[in-house]
């Protein structure tokens, strides 16, 4: 398989200092592939994002897209990668048309059609309309229909589907899952743990700048499946509620400990979640 | 690249124009040319123009064609009318038989009226050219010294102009974060910066050219005229991106380009009042040289290597304020 996307030893720091954002970070991602960098806010993944896309000055470690080394990039390359930013960033005074229509001039390759993109994401009506005189929301699909105008090879999502409403965030992810169906790589952020098990086909853990773990979502339900387990106990007169593996993060340890030293009220073991994997992985939520 | 160049100016230009600010500031170099008209009028033409009767005497028509701008109207009442306009158009009457009279509004200068009324003996005589020892010469008139200080501090100001609406645009891709975006298209950091400097140059090189239109000044060297323009805008469109970058208001960006006019009317304050002794004091002004090359251009005395030698002053100290501030412009536009 031929990988779009190969990382090394990656380490970022703001600073300069020791204080890494970005933690001796390794991965590889396949040609065709959906990719989910999940963690918490704060964890390093628009650091590694953006450094891999060249918004940020490599600093340290090895990086490779779509076969470019990216200590130097060469214009050439944005010709194949697409990137929905975080925080949209269109024109405020121009119409949402005109963003497309300017942004597709800048590349070299066959882009899209405007109105298609528009369509896609559901802003037909809306194209005349100053960008700036959109809503959140809207200026997010916006930029998350840019991004595709190019057909990216290489498709970067930096939290495409956060702050957007439940509808909305299911057409996008459709949009993604057709796109990918297509042979685009895609590169996805996010600390939605529903859009990650429903979308990647491996996912990468990332606290603190560090990667955890990286498996496909089936197999790590695989794993951790059955082997969680869920108890109501009484802590100083209180009833709390909580999880724990029997496999991963000293769980078992807990578990035990608990039984030992508190009233159970109930207890029962079941398939987890991504996001319980996640927290017994990493022994973090994921806000 | 020149074309992602182009597209990033026209992108720039296009949202110019739709922005109250930057529309009037398009605007301000007009208004500016018609003010100094307004100041020192009736210098429009630099020849004599004379207003007669249409069909009246096709020959005097002829003749008079020959020296001085000629304008043909149908009756009396409007040759009247013609002449009591503003400026200095001077009516040749017929007054019954072979006979002519001048008619003046009063205002213009006796050259002008002695110049009429020689070429209308000249030709009741039947004198031309070939007949005279003495040649009858244009009576192109100096261009007075205060026009042409305001139409060149006008000239400079509309750098100032350019620089300023650099520093909108680039506050304008810091709001809505866009550079970024850009950032991720094919275009290059040295593309996207030449895309944006390109107003900084289109409006004074524009602007410019109305004003000496506007003003009167159409028979000046205009080859001249764009070099000293385009030399002088490159100190403003730094000074643009400095200020865009710095800000994040637009308000204070434009108001902070107003540094630059301390600098600019200094030194055209002591190119005209201070004595030679003190001129190295403005030495470092690139607009104290762009004014110098501006007065001979506007002149109409100043030689190529005149110009070349005072553009060149002024893109050499350019270079060195672009090496001391390009660093600081590529890294604040990451
Ligand atoms: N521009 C910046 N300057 C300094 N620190 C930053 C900057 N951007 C992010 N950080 C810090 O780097 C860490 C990782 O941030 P980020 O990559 O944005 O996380 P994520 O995308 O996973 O939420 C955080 O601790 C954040 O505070
Ligand atoms: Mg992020």
């Known amino acids: 398989m031929k990988k779009m996307i190969k990382v090394e030893n990656l380490y970022h720091s703001y600073n300069n200092d020791d204080n890494y954002a970005v933690n001796d970070v390794s991965f590889e991602i396949r040609k065709g592939e959906i990719f989910g960098f999940l963690g918490p806010s704060g964890a390093g993944k628009s650091t590694t994002q953006n450094i891999l896309v060249g918004l940020l000055q490599l600093q ?3 990086v490779e897209v779509a076969g470019y080394d990216i200590k130097h990039i060469k214009n050439k390359m944005f010709n194949k990668i697409g990137m929905s930013f975080e925080q949209s960033n269109v024109y ?34 809306k194209e005349n309309i100053k960008a700036g005189e959109y809503s959140k929301g809207m200026k997010h699909r916006l930029t998350f229909a840019r991004s595709m105008i190019n057909n990216p090879e290489i498709w970067f999502l930096d939290e495409p589907t956060t702050g957007l409403d439940p509808a909305i965030a299911a057409n996008i992810k459709d949009i993604i899952r057709q796109e990918n169906e297509k042979g685009v790589t895609v590169f996805l952020t996010t600390h939605n743990m529903h859009i990650a098990d429903e979308l990647c086909d491996r996912v990468a853990f990332i606290v603190d700048g560090k990667i955890r773990l990286i ?45 030992r030293n508190h009233e159970i009220q109930t207890m029962h073991t079941k398939e987890a979640t991504l996001e319980e994997i996640f927290i017994s992985v990493t022994g973090r939520g994921l806000v | 690249m020149i074309k992602k160049i182009l597209l990033l100016f026209q992108r720039d230009l296009k949202v110019s124009v739709r922005n109250f600010i930057t529309l009037y500031i398009l605007v301000v170099p007009v208004i500016f040319a018609v003010v100094i008209n307004i100041f020192s009028p009736g210098i429009n033409d630099t020849t004599v123009e004379i207003v007669l009767l249409e069909g009246e005497n096709p020959e005097q ?9 000629v304008t043909l109207l149908e009756t009396i009442e409007a040759v009247e009318e013609r002449v009591r306009k503003r400026d200095h158009i001077i009516g040749v009457l017929p007054d019954g038989s072979q006979e002519y009279f001048i008619l003046t509004q009063g205002n213009e200068p006796d050259y002008i009226v002695d110049y009429v009324k020689n ?11 070939e007949d005279s ?70 409006v004074p090189v524009v602007s410019a050219f109305l004003i000496l239109t506007i003003t009167g000044f159409r028979n000046i060297n205009y080859f001249h005229a764009f070099l000293m323009i385009v030399t002088s805008s490159i100190i403003s469109i730094l000074i643009g991106f400095i200020e865009g970058i710095n800000n994040d208001d637009v308000m204070n960006a434009a108001g902070n380009m107003k540094l630059l006019f301390l600098p600019l009317f200094g030194c055209i304050a002591g190119e005209e009042l201070l ?19 501006n007065d001979l251009v506007l002149s109409n005395s100043g030689s190529w290597l005149d110009i070349i030698k005072y553009a060149g002053i002024v893109l050499g100290i350019s270079i060195i304020v672009f090496l001391v501030l390009a660093p600081r412009i590529r890294k604040g536009l990451e």
């Open chain 2, 119 to 129: 070429l209308t003996a000249f030709d009741h005589y039947g004198i031309g050219t």
């Open chain 1, 215 to 259: 498996d496909s979502p089936k197999k790590l339900k695989l794993e951790y499946g059955e082997k969680l387990v869920d108890v109501e106990y009484f802590r100083e007169g209180e009833l709390v509620k909580d999880s724990f593996s029997t496999v991963a993060g000293g769980g078992k340890d807990r578990l035990v400990d608990v039984i």
């Open chain 2, 133 to 202: 020892t003495a040649e009858i010469v244009d009576y192109g008139r100096d261009i007075p010294p205060l026009k042409k200080l305001m139409v060149n501090t006008a000239m400079i100001f509309t750098s100032i102009l350019g620089g300023m609406i650099i520093a909108l645009n680039i506050v304008e891709e810091k709001t809505d974060n866009t550079i970024s975006a850009i950032h991720l298209s094919p275009v290059s950091r040295m593309g996207f910066i030449a895309g944006k400097s390109l107003m900084g140059v289109f």
């Open chain 1, 92 to 125: 405020g005074k121009m119409t949402g048309l005109e963003n497309l229509e300017f942004y597709r001039k800048l590349f070299d390759v066959e882009t899209r059609e405007p109105m298609e993109l528009i369509r896609m994401v559901g802003l037909d009506g």
């Open chain 1, 60 to 62: 340290r470690g090895e």
């Open chain 2, 61 to 69: 028509v002829e003749y008079f064609k020959q020296f001085a701008n």
């Open chain 2, 275 to 293: 004595a030679d002794k003190w001129q190295f004091l403005f030495y470092w002004i690139p607009f104290y040289w762009t004014y110098k090359g």
